[in-house]
Nanobody
């Protein structure tokens, strides 16, 4: 099982980035995929999730209206389009997979990617 997160980088405040999470080694159709992040010196927090059928997407209040999660089932990849980035979005971003319905609690997830650093300068 592998979740490969990519797309992080350094961007100025107000800029955009798109993160990708490529999955392999498990039954893709049965899993919700979520993004979490861990800001420096803080605990991990939920960012966004999308159900296995892509029917439902849910966002943390802090990113709602600025971030968009989507999935390409043919490529087994989930994307996180991040617009209007703020310095407080600086964090290591992780994608995670959970069988069945999504959860806002990272402890409920089965598989994790390695993380990708996003740094937003002011």
């Amino acid at each position: 099982v592998q979740l490969q997160a990519s797309g992080g980088g350094l961007v100025q405040s107000g800029g955009s980035l798109t993160l990708s999470c490529a999955a392999s080694g498990f039954t893709w159709d049965n899993y919700a995929i979520s993004w979490f992040r861990q800001p420096p010196g803080k605990e991990r927090e939920f960012v966004a999730t999308i159900t296995w059928a892509g029917e439902i997407a849910h966002y943390a209040d802090s990113v709602k209206g600025r971030f968009t999660i989507s999935r390409d089932d043919a490529k087994h990849t989930v994307y996180l389009q991040m617009n209007s980035l703020k310095p407080e979005d600086t964090a290591v971003y992780y994608c995670a997979a959970k069988g069945g319905w999504y959860s806002l609690n990272g402890d409920d997830y089965d598989y994790w990617g390695q993380g990708t650093q996003v740094t937003v300068s002011s």
